[in-house]
């Protein structure tokens, strides 16, 4: 199996302020929103409802944060909906499978 698409393992690394502002900017910058990083909250949801992200711009998301964190995203993934789901989920999920 491919570690950067295992499930999160009980006291797996998660992310750090930091990460959660960096990736809050990633999420910004990639998608062009008008919204400051800063006003994403990081348990809001992504999908939907909180910022209104539809599957293209998941499927943008996905490949940016592949890209910059070196890890894969695949959209058949049975995981993505809890990794996609919050900002918080998707830091968490790059903190524990990173490897750049």
Do not use: C, W
Request: proline residues 5%.
């Amino acid at each position: 199996m491919n570690p950067s698409l295992s499930a999160p393992q009980p006291g797996a690394a998660q992310a750090d302020d930091a990460l959660l502002a960096e990736v809050a900017k990633l999420l910004v910058a990639a998608l062009n929103l008008e919204v400051a990083p800063a006003d994403i909250g990081a348990d809001d949801p992504l999908y939907g409802d909180g910022l209104g992200l539809d599957s293209i711009d998941m499927l943008e998301l996905a490949l940016v944060v592949s890209k910059k964190y070196g890890l894969e995203l695949r959209a058949e993934h049975e995981d993505n909906h809890r990794i996609f789901t919050s900002l918080r989920s998707l830091a968490d999920h790059i903190a524990q499978h990173r490897t750049t």
